[in-house]
T-cell receptor, first 113, second 111 residues
Framework: GAVVSQHPSWVICKSGTSVKIECRSLDFQATTMFWYRQFPKQSLMLMATSNEGSKATYEQGVEKDKFLINHASLTLSTLTVTSAHPEDSSFYIC?????????FGSGTRLTVV | LAKTTQPISMDSYEGQEVNITCSHNNIATNDYITWYQQFPSQGPRFIIQGYKTKVTNEVASLFIPADRKSSTLSLPRVSLSDTAVYYCLVADGAAGNKLTFGGGTRVLVKP
C-alpha cells in the first residue's frame, strides 16, 4: 500500500487555539483520504472523507466549521481543529485509499489544556 | 455497509494459536474482508485480506466459509508483541469508498 506520513505525532495546545494536522501520501497520488478520531479504549470513528480539489464530506454529527479539511493536492490533506476545547482531545488518524485498499497514518495525539 | 461483530476481548498465552471470528451477515457480493491490527497510540496496520476460502501470509491465516457470512483470523504461536486490538472490516475496496470500523477485539497475550 501507500506510504502515509502524519504529522505531528503529538501536540498540546491551549483551549481556544487552532491546531493543524497534516497527512501526506508519499508515494501515491491520493484523490481520497479519510480522517478518523479515536477516544481511549474505543474504536476509530470516521469524521470525514477528504476529496482532492473539492469539499470534504463530513459524517453526521461532525461540525465542518470546527474540523476544517483541506485537500489541495494529491499528496496532502490537512485537518485543522479550530477553537479547540478539552473535549477535542483525542487521537486523530488519517487514511489513504490506495490501489490495494487502505493505509493509515501513525496518528496524532491532541491534548487541549 | 456490512456490519461486523467480533468478541470484545480474548486472552491467550505465548506460543498458542489465537483465532478471532468475525460475523458479517450482510456482506455484499463485491465486499472483501480485511483485518487490521492496532497497537496503542498507533494507526491500524494491515494484516490480511480475503474474499473466500483460505488466505495465508507470513503473519496470519484467514478462513472464510462458502457463505462468507463470517471469517476467522488465525494468529499462529502468538508472542507478547501480538497484544493489540484486531479489527475485522468488510468493504468493496473501490477507490474512495469509506471504511467503517466496528468495535474490534482486544487480544491480550500473557507470558
Amino acid at each position: 500500500g501507500a506510504v502515509v506520513s502524519q504529522h505531528p505525532s503529538w501536540v498540546i495546545c491551549k483551549s481556544g487555539t487552532s491546531v493543524k494536522i497534516e497527512c501526506r501520501s508519499l508515494d501515491f497520488q491520493a484523490t481520497t483520504m479519510f480522517w478518523y478520531r479515536q477516544f481511549p479504549k474505543q474504536s476509530l470513528m470516521l469524521m470525514a472523507t477528504s476529496n482532492e480539489g473539492s469539499k470534504a464530506t463530513y459524517e453526521q454529527g461532525v461540525e465542518k466549521d470546527k474540523f476544517l479539511i483541506n485537500h489541495a493536492s494529491l499528496t496532502l490533506s490537512t485537518l485543522t481543529v479550530t477553537s479547540a476545547h478539552p473535549e477535542d482531545s483525542s487521537f486523530y488518524i488519517c487514511s489513504v485509499s490506495d490501489r490495494v485498499g487502505y493505509t493509515f497514518g501513525s496518528g496524532t495525539r491532541l491534548t487541549v489544556v | 455497509l456490512a456490519k461486523t461483530t467480533q468478541p470484545i476481548s480474548m486472552d491467550s498465552y505465548e506460543g498458542q494459536e489465537v483465532n478471532i471470528t468475525c460475523s458479517h451477515n450482510n456482506i455484499a457480493t463485491n465486499d472483501y474482508i480485511t483485518w487490521y491490527q492496532q497497537f496503542p497510540s498507533q494507526g491500524p496496520r494491515f494484516i490480511i485480506q480475503g474474499y473466500k476460502t483460505k488466505v495465508t501470509n507470513e503473519v496470519a491465516s484467514l478462513f472464510i466459509p462458502a457463505d462468507r457470512k463470517s471469517s476467522t483470523l488465525s494468529l499462529p504461536r502468538v508472542s507478547l508483541s501480538d497484544t493489540a486490538v484486531y479489527y475485522c472490516l468488510v468493504a468493496d475496496g473501490a477507490a474512495g469508498n469509506k471504511l467503517t470500523f466496528g468495535g474490534g477485539t482486544r487480544v491480550l497475550v500473557k507470558p
